[in-house]
């Protein structure tokens, strides 16, 4: 039975499904398909309206950020004209509430990796070693959970094409399911704390933490700092770095933790208790361009 939501402002569906923020959702003609938690939905948005089936409505207001007044959130982040015009072509685009374990497993898959390939990898631990469902005809397969992944050895996890991923999947899901941490709890932790917490985990740096709390646990401050964002950084706002350290981080493939903090903080700071947002306008703007 499809139910509705209506009067959405402002709020797009396939800018915010399109974006890089999460992996396994699928439009098939006009709807999008997709598995959080142990259950399939689909979701398509006609004018104003959200339609949507086997989901309630106040899960769908927590997953898609419903409840951020994105007025209040783009007054405070359009500082210049680069965040403006991002803002301008992409309004509607949210910030995910994502179920949190599969969220660190996506990217820690993510480390080094394009978008098709993560799907790929997250597509294969998916069908291996989570269940099948079949919804509206098509095959779905829930996430495999800690405790899944925990019992499983290298050798079946390298069958999922994770590379140098296998060991920190196999330790990070052991440390989950034998300590019995709870990724939900990070919600009501501060940000720098929530940080400090991810990092213990294997294959976790500092961008994976800042996707991770930003994508998932609501922590809207975090601005993860990656490729596309160092070159945004380094194209639009490099006055605001000595050029020296311009011209050092933009010939290199990657940052050392002392650079990308820098490049964090300046984030966190000109764009305020928001950054989240205006990084990921930035970044889906930046990205579509080229």
């Not at 509705?4 to 402002?10: E, G, H």
């Not at 509607?92 to 374990?101: A, C, D, K, M």
Request: hydrophobic share 40%; proline share 3%; with cysteine.
């Amino acid at each position: 039975m499809k139910a509705q939501l209506s009067n959405l402002y402002p709020f797009n569906l396939d800018f915010t499904l399109s974006c890089g923020q999460a992996f396994r959702w699928n439009r098939r003609g006009e709807w999008w398909y997709g598995v959080v938690r142990e259950k399939v939905f689909k979701m398509r948005q006609i004018g104003n309206k959200l339609e949507f089936e086997n989901a309630d409505a106040d899960f769908v207001k927590d997953y898609f950020g419903l409840h951020d007044y994105l007025p209040k959130i783009f007054s405070q982040i359009t500082k210049d004209k680069h965040i403006k015009a991002a803002v301008k072509k992409f309004e509607g685009l949210r910030i995910l509430r994502q179920e949190p374990w599969e969220c660190l497993i996506s990217y820690i898959c993510a480390t080094y990796k394009n978008i098709p390939a993560i799907r790929q990898m997250l597509f294969n631990l998916s069908k291996k070693f989570g269940d099948k469902t079949v919804f509206d005809g098509f095959d779905f397969y829930t996430f495999p959970t800690p405790e899944r992944l925990a019992e499983v050895n290298m050798k079946e996890l390298a069958e999922c094409g994770l590379g140098y991923r296998v060991r920190y999947i196999s330790e990070t899901a052991k440390m989950v399911h034998e300590n019995g941490f709870r990724l939900e709890d990070l919600r009501k932790t501060s940000y720098e704390k929530a940080r400090k917490e991810l990092l213990n985990f294997p294959g976790v740096g500092l961008k994976a933490a800042d996707c991770v709390l930003l994508f998932s646990s609501g922590k809207l401050e975090a601005f993860p700092v990656d490729v596309w964002i160092k070159r945004i950084i380094t194209k639009y706002y490099a006055s605001h770095f000595p050029a020296e350290f311009i011209m050092k981080i933009s010939v290199k493939n990657s940052l050392t933790n002392s650079e990308y903090g820098r490049l964090n903080l300046f984030g966190r700071s000109y764009f305020g208790n928001y950054a989240g947002y205006a990084q990921e306008y930035l970044y889906h703007f930046e990205r579509t361009r080229c």
